[in-house]
T-cell receptor, first 112, second 116 residues
């Protein structure tokens, strides 16, 4: 299995621009999670889906953030408009039935 | 308010010696704990876990200890190797009364450097 695949690996954008991060979970996994890693707060859960349905988005920082999962093999995290404080590493992770999460390699986002 | 705390942002250890990484939690409902390891430019990978019904779990050079009364767990690596140099995240989860899925709450991580 290829594991959880995220794209792009790096994204540099200017403040105010729309940013879209993409994730392909491991086939057969029914849970998908979006995390953000910062120096100050470590790994924060933003939102998670179960069978493509958003279950808990209480970690999404603002209305500028949105996430979708149109099918079992694809999810997006969108920031519109982006701000410098959104700069972080964004991880997607998936799992099936256990606590063991499998993470993608992350997207390093820099908002200038 | 951080429910899982790793108070040491970094730790340096000599190769061959023991590395001890610590983690404290505040939520008494947490009943399952995990350690993840993260190398630069990679996602975190699962390392070892422990259920609250145990106080120790061992896997090769890695041992996790759980002290429920102190709400504290630790990861011991013996002997430490240069390849163990990574960021280590502690994570915890609890059964949710709402019936929704367990979520992992992560600490902020500890950067371990094993010196040759």
């Amino acid at each position: 299995d290829a594991g959880v695949i995220q794209s792009p690996r790096h994204e540099v954008t200017e403040m105010g621009q729309e940013v879209t991060l993409r994730c392909k979970p491991i086939s057969g996994h029914d849970y998908l999670f979006w995390y953000r890693q910062t120096m100050m707060r470590g790994l924060e859960l933003l939102i998670y889906f179960n069978n493509n349905v958003p279950i808990d988005d209480s970690g999404m920082p603002e209305d500028r953030f949105s996430a979708k999962m149109p099918n079992a093999s694809f999810s997006t995290l969108k920031i519109q408009p982006s701000e410098p404080r959104d700069s972080a590493v964004y991880f997607c992770a998936s799992r099936q039935g256990t606590e063991k999460l499998f993470f993608g390699s992350g997207t390093q986002l820099s908002v200038l | 308010d951080q429910q899982v705390k790793q108070n040491s942002p970094s730790l340096s250890v000599q190769e061959g010696r023991i590395s001890i990484l610590n983690c404290d939690y505040t939520n008494s409902m947490f009943d399952y704990f995990l350690w993840y390891k993260k190398y630069p430019a990679e996602g975190p990978t699962f390392l070892i876990s422990i259920s609250s019904i145990k106080d120790k779990n061992e896997d090769g050079r890695f041992t996790v200890f759980l002290n429920k009364s102190a709400k504290h767990l630790s990861l011991h690596i013996v002997p430490s190797q240069p390849g163990d140099s990574a960021v280590y995240f502690c994570a915890a989860s609890a059964i949710r009364s709402s019936g929704s899925a367990r979520q992992l709450t992560f600490g902020s991580g500890t950067q371990l450097t094993v010196l040759p």
